[in-house]
């Protein structure tokens, strides 16, 4: 088997998407829907300093049995910075990072993905369960090659 696939670099999405600290929820919303996307990192000067899910905007959001009309609620979630409805200090793992460890972390805390740093707390990429299920298939497929070479030399 290949180890040199085994850090989080090997396997992480590098310069994902993001978003700015001063930007809007709804702006936010809208980055999320126009990209396909669940997550953004929420960065200053190209500093993590939080992470914003779909879920956590759906449910910043006013419930229906507000007496607010559609246009209000619109209105007041433009006005409202994406810091209020992120996670001020979300799960960090380092370039450098086995990607098992990782894995462990993201399954013991249920989490849907983890944002990679550098030493300097610069966002380099981030790390879902979809990246980490690739690194699964691709570790099980080298196994089997593994298995079938040695049972291939046994014959």
Partial sequence: MDPSKNKVRDWMTANPITID?????????????????????????????GLVTERMLLSFSPGKSTSM????????????????????????????????DCAQVIHDRKLNGITVVDDKGNLVGILTT???LEALIWFSKQAQLAAARQAQQQK
């Fill in 21 to 49: 600290a001063g930007a809007t929820i709804v702006e936010a919303i809208h980055l999320l829907k126009e990209k396909s996307i669940r997550r953004l990192p929420v960065v200053k000067g190209g500093k993590l300093v």
């Fill in 69 to 100: 009309d559609t246009w209000e609620v619109h209105y007041l979630l433009a006005k409202t910075p994406v810091t209020q409805a992120m996670n001020p200090k979300p799960n960090t793992v380092t370039p450098e990072t086995d990607i098992a």
């Fill in 130 to 132: 979809t990246n980490a």
